[in-house]
């Protein structure tokens, strides 16, 4: 079992940055995949970055590469997104999930096995 808890939400202005942290718990094997995912009101939840537990390549979507940055501390057990150059379109309850499949790092919410509770993120224009 894994538990995921999702810090470091509020209010920014556009332009503005936020860093969220996600706080893991219980037994996290080098090869899972951790990824933040978002989730407007009225839209279905969208993948934002990922990367291994073990580190190597970040993953991101287009709307977001170049401005957030997805990074791991695994002394501390935390994955962050530090998200810069906010705008109002980033307005979202985001999610802290973890994958267990090896060796495919996905990108649709549904193969993700373990998800947090939610952190809610708005950029006022």
């Known amino acids: 079992q894994v538990q995921l808890v999702e810090s470091g939400g509020g209010l920014a202005q556009a332009g503005g940055s936020l860093r969220l942290s996600c706080a893991a718990s219980?037994?996290?094997?080098?090869?899972?995949?951790m990824a933040w995912f978002r989730q407007a009101p009225g839209m279905e939840r969208e993948f934002v970055a990922s990367?291994?537990?073990?580190?190597?390549?970040?993953y991101y979507a287009d709307s977001v590469k170049g401005r957030f940055t997805i990074s791991r501390d695994n002394a501390k057990n935390t994955v962050y997104l530090q998200m810069n150059s906010l705008k109002p379109e980033d307005t979202a309850v985001y999610y802290c999930?973890?994958?267990?499949?090896?060796?495919?790092?996905?990108?649709?919410?549904?193969?993700?096995?373990?998800w947090g509770q939610g952190t809610q993120v708005t950029v006022s224009s």
């Open positions: 219980g037994v996290i094997s080098s090869w899972y995949g």
């Open positions: 999930a973890a994958d267990t499949t090896i060796a495919t790092m996905n990108f649709s919410p549904h193969e993700y096995d373990y």
């Open positions: 990367i291994r537990w073990s580190g190597g390549t970040p």
